[in-house]
């Protein structure tokens, strides 16, 4: 029997702890101030983070959904609204605008997988209060084109970020191209707490009612039983807070390390028919590679299915990943989304043909990218050798 292409393993995600952060974890701990409201490190870094961002506010959250729930709220979404979002995407995109009351509306997306502008366009109604474009794999959305569309239409602009930490579109910071950005905080994202998430904006009134709207209600400087306005405990941490701080110094090294590698990635694959990148939306000016998204053409595989190649890559020593299925195809949303208005053929087609690079993949090393194209290889001399046969 062959062995495989490939039998090291690969870079863990998250990398081992910082010195930092385990003296920020300790110094919470002892303090005894673990929530939000008693301790200093939740404000430290939303402030860090917001001015990491460029922007003048930040507000930490529980996780990257219950941010977009609170970026809607925020921006007026509201019960009988609808909010455009496109069906290449975590259901978590759609099922926080379910959160906030309001019925998504399903756009396709072009052949980068980010939302297609002319979906929009068509689909924007009477009752569309928002926008979501989501950063799909750490390249930018084009949100020239959906500001202009939101401009018409009188929508609000929320960037799903949470792939895009420290992205770029023509030299602008993600968080900067709309009206608030989301950021996640989950495990398998370029920051982790295992958990948690941020809104920021540069407009005081959306910080006012993101902060009231995540503390139960409350108001800034306002008093501790006070409750003006509507509101949930949907607050980090402190020692959520104090795994992230570290980490804001060493994303630019880790985004320039994912970058060299995704770069020796697509030479390994120029030796590969019918496996290519897919390609970021024009006018991306920092990708942070959250994901290389690879789009696999089965006729050149001896016509076999997305999830045989999927399957021999493992064997082989590379655990690709097999991406999202269209959220248009999502039976437990079905009761929720706005049907009927306009297919989703690209973001459908995707589910057969696009397959994932995860970045704790591209943390590794150049010999690893080039693993990943002689698998390639290997698998697709196999399948050859034994056409599919449905």
């Keep these: 029997m062959t062995p495989p292409v490939r039998t090291e393993g690969w870079p863990r995600w998250p990398p081992p702890a910082t010195a930092e952060q385990r003296e920020r974890l300790l110094r919470v701990l002892d303090s005894g101030r673990w929530g939000a409201t008693a301790g200093t490190e939740t404000d430290s870094f939303a402030a860090a983070f917001a001015r990491s961002v460029g922007v003048a506010h930040g507000v930490c959250t529980a996780n990257g959904t219950v941010a977009l729930f609170l970026a809607l709220r925020a921006l007026g979404v509201a019960p009988g609204d609808e909010v455009i979002v496109p069906a290449y995407t975590f259901v978590a995109s759609a099922t926080a605008v379910v959160l906030a009351g309001a019925t998504p509306v399903l756009a396709d997306v072009t052949d980068t997988l980010h939302i297609d502008p002319d979906a929009v366009e068509r ?7 928002a926008v979501m474009p989501v950063h799909v794999a750490g390249a930018p959305a084009d949100t020239e084109a959906l500001r202009d569309v939101a401009a018409r239409r009188g929508l609000a602009v929320v960037e799903d970020a949470a792939q895009a930490h420290g992205a770029h579109r023509h030299g602008r910071p993600a968080g900067t191209l709309g009206d608030a950005a989301c950021f996640s905080f989950q495990s398998s994202k370029a920051m982790t707490a295992g958990e948690g998430g941020i809104v920021v904006t ?107 190649f999927l399957d021999a890559m ?48 591209l943390m ?3 010999e690893a990218m080039a693993d990943i194209g002689r698998a390639a290889r290997v698998v697709q001399r196999s399948f050859s050798r034994e056409p599919f046969r449905d």
């Design 314 to 361: 493992t064997a082989e020593g590379i655990p690709l990943d097999t991406g999202y299925r269209s959220l248009s195809r999502e039976e437990s949303l079905a009761p929720y989304v706005a049907r009927g208005r306009f297919r989703c053929p690209v973001a459908e087609a995707a589910e057969e043909t696009v397959v994932w690079v995860r970045q704790a993949m």
């Design 123 to 129: 689909l924007a109604g009477e009752r569309t209060k």
């Design 364 to 366: 590794a090393d150049d």
């Design 202 to 308: 540069d407009d005081r009134r959306v910080y006012e009612s993101l902060w009231s709207l995540h503390n139960v209600g409350r108001r800034i400087q306002g008093g501790w039983y006070e409750h003006p306005g509507l509101g949930w405990n949907l607050r980090m941490t402190e020692f959520q807070a104090a795994l992230l701080h570290p980490q804001l110094a060493l994303l630019d090294g880790q985004l320039a390390h994912r970058a060299a590698r995704a770069a020796a990635l697509g030479r390994a694959l120029d030796q590969v028919e019918g496996l290519d990148p897919v390609p970021a939306p024009a006018g991306t000016t920092r990708h942070t590679w959250h994901l290389a998204m690879l789009r696999y053409d089965a006729p050149a595989f001896g016509g076999h299915p997305k999830r045989a």
